[in-house]
């Protein structure tokens, strides 16, 4: 997959190169992938840059350009005599004195006289190059609107209109003002209507009651926020189509897949109110693809090739046509039905590979494995098959059998969409459909499976639920709710273009969903907690049903004890004063009497006056506390931090380098008797503490997973 990033904030946006990608999005079979930052550099001194396959392999206007006109010299042409323009572009076009670039102006304006394009009669990378600098440029907007420069505007005006030039900026300024629109929310705590995605897309030859969607996870792990996007956006465009969705799994390689997952896979799905309209499994298919892997064979469209997978990959990489290429039908189909089919020897140093072409510029199609031996028992075949479909193989023929229309798939396939498509039109099948949408990320986030399982393996979690991983499980036990997690792939919609998302956005949806109905409920921590005698308070404790919530009174009641013998929180106790009136939430105000220290310091107890006629709208103060009586219930706060410390890792980042040291805190507390009537999964409100979900209560021992507001990081980050 090929990227282009930009940055947003960047003192001159690298328009130039977004044309550059319009022209290879609309011109070739290749599509390149849009990543606004909302940042002034990607990195020091760099703010724009290409990646392939996530490896950086231009950065800067003048690089970037001329990587798209040698990777896609049919749509960006003219290079070699657009070096001076580039040039010419960068070094006078992109200054902010109009005396000084009146001086350039002119140079071009004389230029254009009688041309339509700055070099020879069709657009060109010297237009894309100069076009973009100049819509960079701030002082340019007056300069063609007053049309100073007659040629300059015609020329400016003549590409605008052209939808690969205006439109596709257009594009970026709304994305960008989307990013933004949801940073705010999020840093206002989402008290603004939330962001709606564009859902009015182009699904082609999409009827009313035809369309079908599918889900095809490998079960090979549990669900993360990725897969769940994927999964309810496909189940959206069924649902808006009224159509059906397949729940398939593709269990095509069996030294990865357990039961275990897949089962679990299903049970998640149903979390997310996911129904598929059937259940159906690639291996189901398992004799049919090894039919048409045969036909492919015999019509000279697939061979065997035992090049060793080193080689292999470097002989792909380069463009060069492997040594196994022209080998007979007959050899091909003796080692492929006899060899590799049994997983003899010699068939376990073959694999097949589908002919298309080895020089091809885009590498998914430089002759692609299709089947490799494994002779691992697959779990539901048994010891059947020595050898099985690889997934560039196996999911377009089943989409087409199974009659999807549609196969919505992260763009991080566009790259192998003309591979999904040739194999169709190899083996005669009916077309489907592609539409591809952006993988969703967030920072200091890992997806990968392979990372999770590392995780897993060295402890630095419990499991594949642990709060911290960005599992289904794990995002549903940190307290998200299935209404929350919709909500926000919803919103976020079938955008293209990617964006690393800041964890805040997706915890202030959940909290609107949450904030409510959550129970509000009183926990003090129990480090130094200070006793309170208040005069004037029943001797004998004193029971009262209270709103669990005062603004949703269908919330319930909970019992709150009054009583002259309390508990306050040392760093409350710590601000008070000797005179001074403070309100005790739920009762009313105090006059606190006395404080007694030790000599650290430390506030050992407190005497107080009750004083219900004062007024609690003049004090400054307003506390929790809970009385000290058995009923009390000693509880477990646990916090969380992200697992590893690096906002986005770059190409040739190891993960094991960023490593948060320390990614769970806990601390002892004390909370009202109504914890007790609490049920695991419970989401409530500590009151002046945040949102908690009750994980366990084993033995009698409650703990408590806070949940994320939205707005702040409680141990590990400052508020924001």
């Known amino acids: ?78 290079k070699e005599e657009a070096q001076e323009w580039i040039k010419f572009a960068e070094d006078e076009l992109t200054v902010k004195d109009f005396k000084k670039l009146s001086v350039s102006l002119e140079k071009l304006e004389s230029h254009l006289n009688f041309r339509s394009f700055i070099v020879g009669f069709k657009f060109s990378l010297s237009d894309i ?50 990013i933004r629109k949801l940073a705010k929310q999020q840093s206002t705590g989402g008290k603004k209507e939330g962001h709606k995605a564009n859902f009015d897309i182009d699904l082609p030859g999409a009827k009313i009651g035809e369309v079908v969607t599918r889900f095809p996870p490998e079960p090979s792990g549990y669900l993360h926020i990725g897969h769940a996007k994927a999964a309810v956006l496909n189940k959206y465009f069924a649902d808006m189509y009224k159509g059906k969705l397949i729940i398939r799994f593709d269990d095509t390689n069996p030294s990865k897949e357990k039961e275990e997952f897949q089962d679990s896979i299903l049970e998640d799905l149903k979390l997310l109110g996911i129904k598929g309209d059937k259940i159906t499994y690639s291996s189901d298919y398992f004799q049919i693809m090894y039919d048409y892997a045969v036909q492919m064979i015999k019509d000279g469209k697939a061979y065997c090739d035992d090049t060793s997978s080193e080689q292999m990959r470097a002989e792909r990489m380069d463009g060069i046509k492997s040594s196994r290429r022209d080998r007979t039908v007959e050899e091909n189909l003796q080692i492929f039905t006899e060899e590799m089919k049994n997983g003899t020897e010699i068939g376990l140093k073959n694999c097949l590979r589908a002919k298309i072409d080895y020089e091809n510029p885009n590498k998914a199609l430089r002759d692609p494995a299709i089947y490799r031996c494994n002779l691992t028992p697959h779990h539901r075949t048994g010891t059947t098959w020595k050898m099985y479909p690889l997934y560039d193989f196996c999911v377009p023929i089943v989409d087409s059998l199974e009659g999807v229309t549609h196969a919505l798939r992260t763009n991080e396939y566009r790259d192998r969409n003309p591979q999904y498509q040739w194999m169709l039109e190899a083996l005669g099948l009916r077309k489907v459909h592609i539409w591809d949408f952006a993988r969703v990320n967030f920072i200091r986030t890992l997806l990968s499976k392979r990372k999770l399982q590392w995780f897993v393996d060295k402890g630095y979690v419990g499991n594949w639920d642990d709060p911290r991983f960005p599992t289904v499980r794990g995002v549903r036990r940190r307290g998200m709710t299935v209404e929350g997690l919709t909500n926000f792939i919803i919103s976020q919609g079938p955008s293209k273009n990617i964006i690393n998302l800041d964890w805040n956005l997706i915890w202030a949806v959940n909290k609107k969903i949450i904030d409510p109905i959550a129970p509000r409920h009183t926990a003090l921590n129990k480090e130094n907690i200070v006793p309170v005698k208040l005069t004037g308070a029943p001797s004998s404790a004193v029971i009262e049903d209270k709103l669990k919530h005062k603004k949703n009174p269908e919330v319930g009641n909970k019992k709150v004890i009054f009583i002259d013998n309390i508990l306050v929180e040392q760093d409350d106790a710590a601000t008070f004063e000797e005179g001074e009136e403070i309100t005790f939430m739920d009762w009313g105000n105090v006059i606190v009497d006395k404080i007694h220290k030790n000599d650290a310091d430390i506030v050992t107890s407190i005497d107080a006056t009750l004083h219900l006629e004062g007024d609690f709208k003049k004090t400054k103060k307003k506390i929790n506390w809970l009385a000290n009586t058995d009923d009390k219930v000693e509880v477990e706060l646990v916090d969380f931090d992200h697992l590893i410390t690096k906002d986005k890792l770059e190409e040739g980042d190891n993960f094991e380098d960023f490593i948060t040291p320390t990614t769970e805190f806990h601390s002892i507390a004390v909370a009202d008797l109504n914890v007790k009537d609490m049920k695991v999964g419970d989401i409530i409100q500590f009151e002046r503490k945040g949102y908690y979900r009750l994980d366990s209560d084993k033995d009698g021992k409650y703990v408590f997973f806070t949940i994320p507001d939205g707005k702040s990081v409680n141990r590990y980050g400052a508020k924001k």
């Open 1 to 78: 997959m090929t990227t282009l990033s930009l940055a947003a904030k960047a003192p001159l946006i690298d328009y130039a190169s977004l044309v550059a990608s319009a022209f290879v999005n609309t011109g070739t079979d290749n599509q390149i992938t849009l990543d606004f930052q909302d940042v002034k550099e990607l990195e020091k001194g760099i703010t724009v840059s290409v990646s392939k396959d996530e490896k950086v392999v231009a950065s800067n206007i003048d690089n970037v350009l001329n990587f798209f006109a040698e990777e896609y010299p049919q749509v960006i042409i003219g």
């Open 129 to 178: 190059a100069v076009w973009g600098v100049l819509r960079a440029n701030p002082l340019m907007g007056s300069v063609i609107k007053n049309s100073v420069y007659i040629n300059v505007t015609r020329w400016y005006q003549f590409l605008e209109a052209d939808k690969r030039f205006g439109a596709v900026v257009e594009l970026m300024t709304k994305s960008i003002a989307e």
